[in-house]
């Protein structure tokens, strides 16, 4: 299976999912007591991060990179086990340039993992 990013409406093919680098902030509080630790249990943040997609057409990247800056949830479909999700882009900058090969474009999206 190919990887695409949609928005609901526009759909990009991509050719490769370049990079993924995501984590989660743990929320769990330790609170130091004269009996010893205590714990507040709090589940984990959404997952946080920086997709990097290549794309090799000149429109699919200009599609790619306006969606992502549309302010919609977007949904990267993979066939890698725990990289498809939906998603918010949030603080950074999507960024998109030619690699230095000068063949194939690189797009940049910070993203917040959001509930489907």
């Known amino acids: 299976m190919a990887s695409t990013i949609s928005d609901g409406v526009t759909t990009v093919l991509l050719d490769a999912v370049d990079g993924f680098e995501g984590s989660s902030e743990a929320r769990t509080i330790a609170h130091t007591t004269f009996a010893g630790v205590a714990f507040t249990l709090r ?7 920086v997709l990097t997609c290549v794309v090799e057409s000149d429109a699919a990247a200009a599609q790619l990179y306006e969606i992502a800056r549309t302010g919609s949830v977007l949904t990267l479909a993979t066939d890698r086990a725990g990289v498809g999700m939906d998603f918010a882009v949030v603080e950074g900058e999507v960024t998109r340039a030619l690699d230095d090969t000068r063949t194939v474009w690189v797009i940049e999206i910070p993203f917040q993992e959001v509930a489907p």
């Open 43 to 49: 589940p984990a943040a959404p997952e946080a991060g």
